[in-house]
């Protein structure tokens, strides 16, 4: 009986104990910041903005798979960090971290916005997520902030890109700093099995018909020269988005049409490319692949990783993908197929004489500020110094070979510089800016330029050429030699009300749809027409109007 | 009595009975030996998915990298800890609360108010913003408690075991009433010990649920270092959109590295697979079949 009653005290007493930690109160905060003070204790070193006494920025990341740190480093105590303590007095404090996947930065963010926590000061979110927290009166505007601090360096890496702010420009305020991308990386290249290619005794295709003589060529040949008895022509995602990075796209391009996305027709006006009479040509044309078994059977239902695994696994000749595509996963075949080649070629022109291809878009992430943002500065600050310094490195200038000595690359005993992982004691590390100073055309351009055989010689080209191969500098070439038949998803804003209504509906009938006349379910007039007519009675029509007023509303032209 | 253990057909019955039981459990293990196949294979292999039950160019590289990966064995470590911790709040919430509550309504004066309290949340809940928010406010964010006290007390489990006491015999509560044994001894000594194949389900199910729930983890902890193993492997196991990342091949490959993947998933399931020989000596029914005589 004691025991039960000690048992029973001691689980009051844990009760109590529970409920003693809920009455700390919301106010009191064990970890209040040391410092955090504003513009006003800022001076100059080195020609930069330096703090003094430091400020602490509290801020927030998400942290994907492709961050490595060195041993006992994290994401707040790092040999970056303590370079902007050291060089700028700005102390970095990520409050929380999530994971790329699933949304899990934009759960947390509402997450924290719903329980009223302390929102970080600025922080990295999906362009097609920040809409809605512009639009909730929780951030704040920044083209003042990039007018006075970006430097030249900067402005000319953003005037590369095409309408930078038009998606985030509310009543003439810019409200988001987008994190552009390399341009041009992700477009297509066509990838060949080069060996089958001399086994048909025949040259890359450049046009569609030489395509499908090729594609003909490849599914004939003997099973001695494949290994499998039954071989496809050509390998594509066509499950369900038309414009991702192994799909077909820019043969439907050819036709003049690409799906999915909002283009302008002949007349000029903006549509949404599925509705366009091309995609109906270019639908039979993908119907006489299947039936003539130049696509594998279950195409329609093929993801990306169903469409590669036919690839690299040595039973499919030809897929169209972007210029990394080589390095992962496509030269797989190479060391599963003994005898396999693999070539980058110009993708082809269709019937209209010539094609077109869906860009990737400038950016996938923005970087938003809080209206409760301190010291929403210091972002520009650093990054325009990057933008000085880091971006295009000087000879001889501190970050020449990269970022520090032994942290993401090491200079060896005989004066060699090594950025291979192994070399590197503790492996190598990322560099994680608050956002990476990029210059959009800087990669593609570096890498056509090698691929015409020239050495590198500038740091920046050194240090961006590490690891690459002849097959992606032909791809990079090609890219940039066909870069002006890239159009992009003409919307780029929240989406309009219809849309939240009924595109998700749209799209799903446009999927069954089309898949349907590529399986000769339905026949060709008969199911194109009644997508038409689906499309134009179920909110098709508004949707467009909608599209067309916000892109005349964002200035575009 | 039993002749009809000796007919042509019920041998025959047995036949395929076996068979077909057999083919089931085929089928629970194969992906299981699909995993195992994949984690001992090639890179190139795996990316062509070249691989079925038996490994292709076999490598243990998969498992040297996974078992030498810090943050891995962190992660299993705290997965470990939150699934004890959890059972242990788990089986002593919920069997204080199922225990009186299986009580009548003459022994425990107000049990159906007190029933229905419990009851009314297994069907209303405050949703994820208010229990964040309660989390946030209890100062349980980063810690282990986050994970652990929401399920502490299950309702569906304890009505589960509610039933349970009462279906054991009121005879065996008596006979220990009138040897001297109070309330508490009853509970330890009678129905405990009659109760453990329903305490050794409700534990299974708890201890898998603590294993497997990854999305508490995530948002209850501000440091990836805290995450259970569950929620790292949520991160490692959802495909990636590779066209919109900045295309670092070296890092492409290793994010999308199948054989890697496949190796976390196996030593990620293997320590809750060891659990099921242990509980199954207690999945025997009929315990108090005969204990009352007369």
């Known amino acids: 009986m004691l025991s039960c009653r000690k048992l029973l005290a001691a689980s009051l007493a844990g009760a109590m104990l529970i409920a003693a930690a809920g009455c700390g109160g919301a106010g009191e905060n064990p970890e209040a910041p040391e410092v955090a003070l504003t513009e006003e204790n800022s001076s100059l070193k080195n020609g930069h903005v330096f703090y003094d006494p430091p400020i602490q920025l509290n801020i927030a990341r998400s942290v994907g798979p492709d961050a490595k740190f060195k041993p006992g480093q994290d994401v707040n105590k790092n040999d970056v960090t303590d370079w902007m303590l050291e060089e700028f007095g700005v102390k970095a404090n990520y409050m929380w971290t999530t994971p790329t996947t699933d949304n899990a930065f934009y759960t947390k963010i509402m997450l924290s916005i719903s329980a009223g926590e302390e929102l970080p000061e600025f922080f990295s979110i999906p362009g097609a997520q920040a809409h809605e927290l512009i639009d909730s009166g929780l951030m704040m505007p920044i083209d003042g902030l990039f007018e006075k601090h970006a430097g030249a360096k900067w402005k000319n890496a953003v005037a590369e890109v095409q309408d930078p702010w038009l998606a985030y420009t509310r009543e003439g305020q810019v409200y988001a700093y987008p994190n552009f991308d390399y341009a041009y990386e992700h477009e297509d290249v066509m990838w060949i099995r080069d060996d089958w290619l001399e086994a048909a005794g025949m040259e890359a295709p450049k046009t569609l018909e030489d395509l499908r003589a090729v594609m003909d060529a490849f599914i004939h040949l003997d099973s001695s020269v494949t290994g499998f008895d039954k071989v496809y022509g050509f390998t594509a995602a066509l499950q369900s988005n038309y414009t991702t990075w192994l799909g077909v796209n820019p043969v439907f391009g050819g036709f003049g049409a690409i799906p999915q996305i909002w283009m302008k027709d002949e007349a000029g006006d903006i549509v949404y490319g599925s509705t366009m009479p091309q995609i109906k040509t270019a639908l039979a044309e993908f119907k006489d692949w299947i039936d003539k078994s130049y696509f594998p059977p279950e195409v329609g239902l093929m993801n990306e990783v169903a469409a590669y695994e036919l690839f690299t696994s040595g039973r499919a000749g030809i897929t169209m993908g972007a210029t990394w595509c080589y390095d992962w996963p496509l030269q797989d075949v190479e060391k599963n197929v003994p005898g396999a080649k693999v070539g980058a070629y110009p993708i082809p022109n269709g019937p209209t004489g010539s094609f077109l291809q869906s860009g990737n878009g400038t950016h996938y992430q923005v970087v938003l500020f809080s209206k409760a943002s301190k010291n929403p500065q210091v972002f520009f600050e650093i990054t325009d110094y990057l933008y000085d310094n880091y971006a295009e490195p000087e000879k001889g200038s501190q970050f020449e070979y990269g970022f520090k000595d032994g942290f993401d690359y090491i200079v060896k005993d005989d004066g060699t510089v090594s950025y291979i992982e192994d070399d590197i004691p503790g492996g190598k590390a990322s560099v994680l800016f608050f956002s990476a100073p990029m210059i959009p055309s800087q990669k593609i351009a570096i890498a056509s330029y090698l691929a015409e055989g020239n050495e590198p010689e500038t740091p920046a080209q050194i240090q961006k050429s590490v690891g690459w191969n002849q097959i992606f500098l032909d791809a990079a070439r090609i890219v940039m030699s066909q870069k002006e038949y890239t159009v992009y998803d003409l919307f780029t804003g929240a989406p309009t009300p219809t849309m939240v209504e009924k595109l998700a509906d749209l799209k799903a009938f446009e999927v069954s749809n089309f898949s349907n006349i590529l399986y000769g379910k339905t026949g060709l007039d008969e199911g194109f027409d009644s997508w038409l007519s689906y499309w134009s009675s179920n909110g098709g029509v508004q949707i467009t109007e909608e599209v067309r007023q916000w892109y005349k509303d964002a200035g575009g032209e | ?294």
Request: aromatic share 14%; charged share 10%.
């Open chain 2, 1 to 294: 009595m039993y002749m009809h253990y000796d007919t042509k057909m019920y041998k025959v019955f047995t036949v395929f009975n076996i068979i077909f039981v057999t083919l089931i459990g085929m089928l629970c293990i194969l992906p299981m030996i699909h995993i195992l196949a994949v984690a001992f294979s090639g890179k190139a292999a795996a990316t062509a998915n070249l691989i079925n039950l038996w490994p292709v160019n076999f490598t243990a590289d998969a498992f040297v990298e996974t078992l030498t990966n810090r943050n891995f064995s962190h992660a299993l470590a705290i997965s470990v800890g939150r699934t004890l911790l959890g059972l242990a709040f788990f089986l002593f919430f919920t069997i204080l609360t199922a225990y009186p509550l299986s009580k009548s309504e003459q022994d425990f004066k107000g049990k159906n108010i007190y029933l229905w309290f419990f009851v009314f949340t297994m069907f209303f809940s405050g949703g994820l913003v208010p229990t964040y928010i309660l989390m946030t406010r209890l100062k349980l964010i980063n810690s282990i408690f986050a994970l652990v006290l929401p399920g502490a007390l299950n309702v569906w489990s304890a009505i589960l075991l509610i039933n349970f006491f009462k279906g054991i015999p009121k005879e065996l509560e008596e006979s220990a009433t009138i040897d001297g044994a109070g309330r508490f001894m009853t509970l330890l000594k009678i129905f405990l010990p009659l109760s453990l194949p329903s305490l050794a389900t409700l534990s299974l199910f708890t201890m898998v649920g603590h294993w497997n729930s990854w999305f508490d983890g995530m948002i209850y902890n501000t440091k990836m270092e805290n995450y259970p193993l569950a929620t790292l492997l949520q991160i490692i196991v959802v495909q990636q959109d590779f066209s919109k990342i900045t295309a670092d091949p070296h890092d492409l490959a290793d994010i999308s590295n199948r054989t890697v993947k496949a190796a976390q998933i196996f030593i990620g399931a293997v320590p809750i697979l060891l659990v099921y020989p242990f509980l199954q000596k207690y999945f025997v029914s009929g315990i108090v079949v005969g204990a009352v005589k007369g």
